[in-house]
């Protein structure tokens, strides 16, 4: 059972920056993939950023060049760095774990979900 832990969300104006965190325990062995997604009022779950355990790195096409995932293995943390955040941005931002190999790390199928944290970008 993998628990996850999610915090640093909070409400920034338009072009500010935020950094998420999530507290990954409870494996025995890394997540083959971790990621972060997002959900907004009325709209459905998207992949924002995925990471494997070995660096395969995936973005979503609207936040490429502003976000930056990456994992610190020694403090099982997952991390999401948001620079020139936009209105569009806001959303429940969620983080997942996967124990298994994924052909789409972005896709909402991870076994493993945080509780989210809350993104509110004002214009």
């Known amino acids: 059972q993998v628990h996850l832990v999610e915090s640093g969300g909070g409400s920034v104006q338009s072009g500010g920056s935020l950094r998420l965190s999530c507290v990954a325990s409870?494996?025995?062995?890394?997540?083959?993939?971790m990621g972060w997604f997002r959900q907004a009022p009325g709209k459905g779950r998207e992949g924002v950023a995925s990471?494997?355990?070995?660096?395969?790195?995936m973005y979503l096409d609207s936040v490429k060049g502003r976000f930056t995932i990456s994992l610190d293995k020694a403090k099982n943390t997952l991390y999401l760095q948001m620079d020139s955040l936009k209105p569009e941005d806001t959303a429940m931002y969620y983080c997942?774990?996967?124990?298994?190999?994924?052909?789409?790390?972005?896709?909402?199928?991870?076994?493993?979900w945080g509780q989210g944290t809350q993104v509110t970008v004002s214009s």
């Open positions: 990471t494997s355990h070995n660096g395969w790195i």
């Open positions: 409870g494996y025995t062995y890394l997540p083959s993939f």
């Open positions: 997942a774990a996967d124990l298994r190999w994924k052909s789409l790390p972005l896709r909402d199928d991870y076994n493993y």
